[in-house]
Nanobody
Framework: VQLVESGGGLVQAGGSLRLSCAVS????????MGWFRQSPGKEREFVGY???????FYADSVKGRFTISRDNNKNTVYLQMNSLKPEDTAVYYC???????????????WGQGTQVTVSS
């Protein structure tokens, strides 16, 4: 399974971005897909996940602003980010897991990451 993120960039505070994560492999719809982020000098942080069933769960810091969705026909998961804040600046990673978890150690496959920078 390979994961490739895209869609990062520079945006002003209050703006929006949509990240995509394209997943290779035939078993995409059996994985739970998570999004994580990491800022310089900080540990990797859970953002949210979407289960194979489509149910979602979010970190409190992004709840109500970020939305995760998936298209199993396109083997792609999305992270829609609205009302962005400077503190959302980070490298964002998508990851795949066979268990439902908020812990990065439970995710077995990772993308390379995409930079999101929010200017004030």
């Amino acid at each position: 399974v390979q994961l490739v993120e895209s869609g990062g960039g520079l945006v002003q505070a209050g703006g929006s971005l949509r990240l995509s994560c394209a997943v290779s492999g035939r078993t995409f719809d059996s994985y739970d897909m998570g999004w994580f982020r990491q800022s310089p000098g900080k540990e990797r942080e859970f953002v949210g996940y979407i289960r194979w069933s489509g149910s979602t769960f979010y970190a409190d810091s992004v709840k109500g602003r970020f939305t995760i969705s998936r298209d199993n026909n396109k083997n792609t998961v999305y992270l829609q980010m609205n009302s962005l804040k400077p503190e959302d600046t980070a490298v964002y990673y998508c990851a795949a897991a066979t268990v439902t978890s908020t812990k990065d150690s439970d995710y077995s496959h990772w993308g390379q990451g995409t930079q999101v920078t929010v200017s004030s």
